[in-house]
């Protein structure tokens, strides 16, 4: 099995910076693709960032382009998001997930694996 394990969530002010990590532990892959997903109240789960283990290329939400970085180690093992300038429309439940392929797929249905979340709230 893979876990999961988020970190780094916390209130904050518009305008500030928060650092999120997602460390993995359990069974590997030789293709695996990492991601970031969000789920405010009342909405449904979506796509943050993610990053291909294959190529390390990576992929953004519109809404936090420019904003937000995703990064990670050599072999994935931790993954980070880097959120600076941020909303309160950014404030949400924060999930990493993993799935065995070197695909990032914006759909969360498509990931095997998640965490617990972690909650970022910003304020006005």
């Known amino acids: 099995q893979v876990q999961l394990v988020e970190s780094g969530g916390g209130l904050v002010q518009a305008g500030s910076s928060l650092r999120l990590s997602c460390a993995t532990s359990g069974r590997t892959f030789s293709r695996y693709a990492m991601a970031w997903f969000r789920q405010a109240p009342g909405k449904n789960r979506e796509f943050v960032a993610g990053i291909s283990g294959s190529d390390r290329s990576t992929n953004y939400a519109d809404s936090v382009k420019g904003r937000f970085t995703i990064s990670g180690d050599s072999a994935l093992n931790t993954i980070w998001l880097q959120m600076n300038s941020l909303k309160p429309e950014d404030t949400a439940v924060y999930y990493c997930?993993?799935?065995?392929?070197?695909?990032?797929?914006?759909?969360?249905?498509?990931?095997?694996?998640w965490g617990q979340g972690t909650q970022v709230t910003v304020s006005s």
């Open positions: 997930a993993r799935v065995p392929t070197s695909t990032v797929f914006v759909d969360p249905a498509r990931y095997n694996y």
